[in-house]
């Protein structure tokens, strides 16, 4: 990932706060571990254990309004998600620790995935000023869709909490989205020149450009370009919807057969009065029209320095 950053130094004497996401399994040890790296890295860092995506917000709140200058979000996209929204535009800086399935902010970002090496760069770092996607006043760091992903988060959640296994849990909410799919009838209206299909299975909305073909699909190579990567996919029947699902899986998207575009703003009008919209990977209902806008730069975020990584919390600078 290629940004503009700028070499971080913590004082000691600055306040840090760490919201670790309580509801993930082995939060206790996580913690410990954490107390651990931090206290070799000489750090006095206030962890606090958040139970849900609201009480994330909430906790970062806090932290702001206590003088954090610096939030740590440990967890998965959606705890990162969370902790983000309350820092945009403020003088905080947001560190990462990926502790989620997935990790594609972190990933984009070329953030480790080893607590360790994370911690790491928290404190040996560089800051970096990011791109933030916003939709009717929610944020989403990695991407935002409406039509069938949005069912599919659902029905996957359902599974879960009956015990399934996340992959099951989307195998089988996959079969249930496809076997009642219909397509999304809205008005995709990026400028006066510009009015993408009627009638689609599901419009995507990328913070920066993804890629969608070849070994590095689904990956972000910057995410300070100032746009927003829209992606629709013409009305199709199940089958071919299956088969575009099935070519991104495996790297294999034709990008012939979708409607890609880049802008800074627009407007996603359905039929309906309000839509589920899925915001990194968190589900929302909110009402219509869907106001889609780029916030350039909005986010401060520590990346890896660029001059080498750094293996240990100890490693000097």
């Not at 979000?73 to 945009?88: E, K, Q, R, W």
């Not at 294999?252 to 919209?277: D, Q, Y």
């Amino acid at each position: 990932m290629s940004c503009c950053a700028e070499k971080i130094e913590i004082p000691r004497a600055v306040r840090v706060t760490c919201i670790l996401n309580g509801a993930a399994g082995g939060a206790l040890q996580v913690r410990e571990k954490l107390a651990d790296l931090f206290a070799q890295a000489y750090a006095g860092v206030h962890i606090v254990e958040a139970n849900d995506s609201s009480d994330v917000s909430a906790l970062a709140r806090k932290a702001v309004a206590e003088n954090s200058t610096l939030v740590l979000a440990a967890g998965g996209d959606g705890t990162i998600n969370a902790v983000a929204a309350s820092l945009i535009s403020t003088d905080a800086v947001l560190g990462v620790l990926p502790l989620g399935t997935f990790n594609h902010f972190a990933r984009d970002l070329n953030i480790p995935p080893g607590l360790e090496a994370a911690v790491a760069n928290i404190f040996h770092g560089e800051v970096a000023h990011v791109d933030v996607g916003e939709v009717n006043g929610r944020i989403f760091l990695n991407n935002s869709s409406v039509g069938f992903y949005p069912g599919l988060v659902r029905e996957r959640e359902a599974h879960q909490r009956r015990g399934h296994s996340k992959c099951v849990a989307f195998a089988k909410g996959a079969i249930f989205i496809f076997k009642r799919y219909s397509p999304l009838t809205v008005r995709t209206k990026l400028d006066e020149a510009t009015t993408l299909p009627p009638s689609t299975p599901f419009v995507f909305v990328g913070n920066n450009r993804y890629q969608i073909a070849g070994l590095h699909i689904g990956e972000r190579i910057s995410l300070d370009g100032g746009t927003l990567w829209v992606c629709q996919a013409p009305h199709s029947g199940r089958g071919k919807l299956l088969r575009l699902a099935l070519q991104a899986l495996l790297g294999r998207s034709n990008p012939r057969e979708l409607v890609i575009l880049e802008t800074s703003e627009f407007w996603v009008r359905p039929k309906a009065k309000t839509l589920r919209v899925a915001n990194d990977g968190e589900v929302h209902r909110m009402d219509t029209p869907l106001h889609y806008r780029c916030l350039p730069r909005a986010l401060r975020v520590i990346v890896p320095s660029r001059a080498g990584a750094v293996v240990g919390p100890g490693a000097p600078d």
